[in-house]
T-cell receptor, first 111, second 114 residues
Framework: RKEVEQDPGPFNVPEGATVAFNCTYSNSASQSFFWYRQDCRKEPKLLMSVYSSGNEDGRFTAQLNRASQYISLLIRDSKLSDSATYLCVTPRDTGRRALTFGSGTRLQVQP | NAGVTQTPKFQVLKTGQSMTLQCAQDMNHEYMSWYRQDPGMGLRLIHYSVGAGITDQGEVPNGYNVSRSTTEDFPLRLLSAAPSQTSVYFC?????????????FGPGTRLTVL
């Protein structure tokens, strides 16, 4: 079983829609999680960190469910500029020296 | 600050050739890592370093060597290139002990091995 698993999508949604992605993880000892955004042929960039039950930043909400071992990312009022691949990430070890990535979920927001 | 820089941006090699992918950061970050990303997949860790003189293997280290002689530089060497090493390579760095956990990535090197 992969350490971090995501639905690859693509998720095709109209502008203004609300969309949610889930990510499951296998290591129950994992303490922190991240959502990175990756535009086509670009480097990943940190979108949100999740350390406890959840985090909210504007239109983006991340939630952590430790009992079921999944993290979700909710995007409200989708914009065309939200089109990207969203990577679910967790530290590789307790020292947080490097990262383990999911394969990513592709979002395409359509006009 | 330039952040994390990588050279070259693109490279084509023939099977069996060797080369070094360069990575440098000017943020005085202790932690540096190399990842590869294949089509439709997430990033996989090749090697990482927690400081000058200290390196360790990641998930897919075979066929690659690294060294860390300075805090700023973390080159990745392909010893004898194989078509299976065709990929996009990202270098990343992070400040140790940072509460934000943000890893900063370079723009990537796109490598094709024929």
């Amino acid at each position: 079983r992969k350490e971090v698993e995501q639905d690859p999508g693509p998720f095709n949604v109209p502008e203004g829609a609300t969309v949610a992605f889930n990510c499951t993880y296998s290591n129950s000892a994992s303490q922190s999680f991240f959502w990175y955004r990756q535009d086509c042929r670009k480097e990943p960039k940190l979108l949100m960190s999740v350390y406890s039950s959840g985090n909210e930043d504007g239109r983006f909400t991340a939630q952590l469910n430790r009992a079921s071992q999944y993290i979700s990312l909710l995007i409200r009022d989708s914009k065309l500029s939200d089109s990207a691949t969203y990577l679910c990430v967790t530290p590789r070890d307790t020292g947080r020296r490097a990262l383990t990535f999911g394969s990513g979920t592709r979002l395409q927001v359509q006009p | 600050n330039a952040g994390v820089t990588q050279t070259p941006k693109f490279q084509v090699l023939k099977t069996g050739q060797s080369m070094t992918l360069q990575c440098a950061q000017d943020m005085n970050h202790e932690y540096m890592s190399w990842y590869r990303q294949d089509p439709g997949m997430g990033l996989r860790l090749i090697h990482y370093s927690v400081g000058a003189g200290i390196t360790d293997q990641g998930e897919v280290p075979n066929g690659y060597n690294v060294s860390r002689s300075t805090t700023e530089d973390f080159p990745l060497r392909l010893l004898s290139a194989a078509p299976s090493q065709t990929s996009v390579y990202f270098c990343a760095s992070r400040l140790s002990g940072s509460s934000t956990d943000t890893q900063y990535f370079g723009p990537g090197t796109r490598l094709t091995v024929l």
